[in-house]
């Protein structure tokens, strides 16, 4: 069960890359329709490996080489590991607010 959880960033990077290749597939018929879109839907494709990848291979490396035990290790700010730092700030949405930047500087809990 420990691999599993050590691992899953593995499966979580090859499911965004399945997903990738499904947008991307979708995008093609869509700049079809709307060829004047086709520079905004390869800005979508961009931003959306950016944001999943990037955070799956964050998360690998500082399981890997890093320190960081599993993936739930990922989510505890106050340990002060760089890698949970990085995976942190990177993550769009609730994560990357001012009170999360803050209480990750002063080595506390949320």
Known sequence: M???FRNFWLLALVITGINTLIYQRRIQVLTREHPERAEGYQHFLIGFVAVNAVVWLV???GIMIGGVPTIFASFHLASGNPFVLVMIIHTP???NTP???KAVRENDTI
Request: net charge negative; glycine share 16%; aromatic share 0%.
């Open 2 to 4: 420990d691999s599993i």
């Open 59 to 61: 998360m690998g490396v």
């Open 93 to 95: 949405g609730d994560l």
């Open 99 to 101: 009170e999360v930047v």
